[in-house]
Structures are given as C-alpha cells and as structure tokens.
C-alpha cells in the first residue's frame, strides 16, 4: 500500500497560487483527513471550502485502496476530474484523465480501485448524505 500512496503522491499537479507580492508561485499540497460525509480512507487539501464561498468547493482528493464515499446526494453540480487511479461510482468508473460530471439531484456512492484515486473535485454546492 505504501508505493501505492507514493505513487498517487506522484500524480500530484503543481499547485500555483498567487504569493503576497502579487506573483504565482509553487504551494504545497498537504493533506488532512477527509470527514466530510464519513469518507473512509481519504485525506483532502482544500482549494476553496464551502464555508468560504457560501456553499462552493473545491478540493484535491486522495483516496487509498479500499476508500471509499458513502451513498450521497448532490444539492449542486459536481465535477470530478480523475488524476492517478480509478474512481468507481454506483453509476460507472472514472479512470486516470477522465472526467465525471454530475448534476443537481443525482446520487451516488463511490470507491477508490486497487490502487487508490487522486481527483481533483468541485462542488457547485455541499453534498448531502442519504441513507439507501
């Protein structure tokens, strides 16, 4: 499992942000556990959360073999852009440079393959957990 997350941390895009002079410059993706909505085996680097937009986000996404995200509905488009890995929805697999492009209303649960997923994932609004 260890060179799987190696692998993933491989995949990772270079990270550009706007530096206190006003320049672009490289940040480090870091991550943190992923809560939200009970994901399992995820750790998340935010780009923008919800609570700063007024219910957008945008986040790096890194699942572990075996991660996985609850059924959930979605209040708000969803994009998701598949980096390293697969990606398996109720509704199909997303692979390595595929993206997944879900609209208001839909549900789905979803789970990392063999070898993990790093997607790169925006909400138009909060997913909202749902019970099957």
């Not at 700063?52 to 075996?66: D, F, K, S, V």
């Not at 997944?100 to 789905?108: K, N, Q």
Request: glycine share 10%; net charge negative; aromatic share 6%.
């Amino acid at each position: 499992m260890e060179a799987t997350l190696k692998n993933l941390m491989q995949a990772l895009p270079t990270l550009l942000q706007e530096n206190e002079s006003g320049v672009l410059a490289e940040t480090e993706i870091t991550f943190t556990p992923f809560q939200a909505i009970e994901r399992s085996k995820s750790a998340v680097h935010w780009l923008f959360r919800p609570d700063q937009t007024g219910g957008t986000g945008a986040a790096i996404i890194r699942y572990e073999p075996g991660g996985e995200s609850p059924p959930h509905l979605h209040t708000g488009f969803e994009l998701a852009y598949v980096l390293e890995g697969e990606m398996i929805t109720s509704q199909g697999s997303v692979k390595k440079n595929e993206m997944m492009l879900l609209t208001p209303g839909s549900r789905h649960s979803s789970r990392s393959g063999e070898a993990g997923c790093l997607a790169l994932i925006i909400w138009e609004k909060p997913p909202q957990p749902i019970e099957e």
